[in-house]
Nanobody, 119 residues
Framework: QVQLVESGGGLVQPGGSLRLSCAGS????????????MGWYRQAPGKQRESVAH???????DYADSVKGRFSVSRDNIKKMVYLQMNSLRPEDTAIYYC?????????WGHGTQVTVSL
């Protein structure tokens, strides 16, 4: 079992910044240690969930085209945490952001944190 808890969401004006954090815990993490993939998805109202940013064990990162140059994903392998620094936020970034871990081929999700970009 893996538990993921997100934090850092909120309301921000266009052009502002937010930093999301996600802490992982549970038996699978304790047992296997290595988390192959850590990252973030988001789902806006009326839209499908989409990949935002991911980082793998060796530090390689991948971003959605819509966030390249504005968002930055990072991880702390000791603390089992993943972060998403979001800059130059736009109204279209408004969504629920979900943390995602992949361990031994199994995917785990957090419950999500709301990000709203509005005046």
């Amino acid at each position: 079992q893996v538990q993921l808890v997100e934090s850092g969401g909120g309301l921000v004006q266009p052009g502002g910044s937010l930093r999301l954090s996600c802490a992982g815990s549970g038996r699978a993490i304790s047992l296997y240690g290595n988390i192959a993939v850590m990252g973030w998805y988001r789902q806006a109202p009326g839209k499908q969930r989409e990949s935002v940013a991911h980082i793998i064990t060796n530090g390689y990162t991948d971003y959605a085209d819509s966030v390249k140059g504005r968002f930055s994903v990072s991880r702390d392998n000791i603390k089992k945490m993943v972060y998403l620094q979001m800059n130059s936020l736009r109204p279209e970034d408004t969504a629920i952001y979900y943390c995602h871990f992949r361990i031994q081929g199994n995917a785990s999700w957090g419950h999500g944190t709301q990000v709203t970009v509005s005046l």
